[in-house]
T-cell receptor, first 113, second 111 residues
Framework: GESVGLHLPTLSVQEGDNSIINCAYS??????FIWYKQESGKGPQFIID?????DKRQGQRVTVLLNKTVKHLSLQIAATQPGDSAVYFC????????????FGGGTRVLVKP | NAGVTQTPKFRVLKTGQSMTLLCAQD?????MYWYRQDPGMGLRLIHY???????AKGEVPDGYNVSRLKKQNFLLGLESAAPSQTSVYFC??????????FGEGSRLTVL
């Protein structure tokens, strides 16, 4: 079946630097993408989403970029803080009935002081 | 602001035992989901529901049953637990499209 994948399993970043987390998707029919953050022992938390008719969306300190030509999604975190240490998942919805999301394997972000 | 609440948070079972995980949401969402998460992996969809009285299979439904008798509750049952079902289970809910709201998870160990 179709899948969502991530290029880097672990990302170490210096506090204050920018982080970039990448995600490749393979289903060209996907029309909605979400980034989730999961802290240890907790459930995933919504960060930001983007629909396929957009190529960029900004939130507070986060930006999601969507490149449909190469089926690539990225999450940029500006001025990374210790509280950003977590596992980040991208997920796609390819329009199937029931609003089902397919999740990638996750990238762990470690923020060094 | 309870959101999505899962009970129990932890459970240890012996192989062959049965149990039910309860998920409750207070956001009046139509859609509810059960995912499992294994170490170092993403979430995989077990079953989902698009409304009261409906259920459907997800990616990994074998060994599980679900029921949605009330809109706010979604139950996940294991009739005969196996060690392969040791995992962390997450319930989520959503409106028709868009963001899923997740619970805190239920950690199940099957010995």
């Amino acid at each position: 079946g179709e899948s969502v994948g991530l290029h880097l399993p672990t990302l170490s970043v210096q506090e204050g630097d920018n982080s970039i987390i990448n995600c490749a998707y393979s289903n060209s029919a996907s029309d909605y993408f979400i980034w989730y953050k999961q802290e240890s022992g907790k459930g995933p938390q919504f960060i930001i989403d983007i629909r396929s008719n957009m190529d960029k969306r900004q939130g507070q300190r986060v930006t999601v970029l969507l490149n449909k030509t190469v089926k690539h999604l990225s999450l940029q975190i500006a001025a990374t803080q210790p509280g950003d240490s977590a596992v980040y998942f991208c997920a796609e919805n390819w329009g199937a009935a029931g609003n089902k999301l397919t999740f990638g394997g996750g990238t762990r972000v470690l923020v060094k002081p | 602001n309870a959101g999505v609440t899962q009970t129990p948070k932890f459970r240890v079972l012996k192989t062959g035992q049965s149990m039910t995980l309860l998920c409750a949401q207070d956001m009046n969402h139509e859609y509810m989901y059960w995912y499992r998460q294994d170490p170092g992996m993403g979430l995989r969809l077990i079953h989902y529901s698009v409304g009261e009285g409906t259920t459907a299979k997800g990616e990994v439904p074998d060994g599980y049953n679900v029921s949605r008798l009330k809109k706010q509750n979604f139950l996940l049952g294991l009739e005969s637990a196996a060690p392969s079902q040791t995992s962390v289970y997450f319930c989520a809910s959503s409106v028709y499209t868009g963001e899923l709201f997740f619970g805190e998870g239920s950690r199940l160990t099957v010995l």
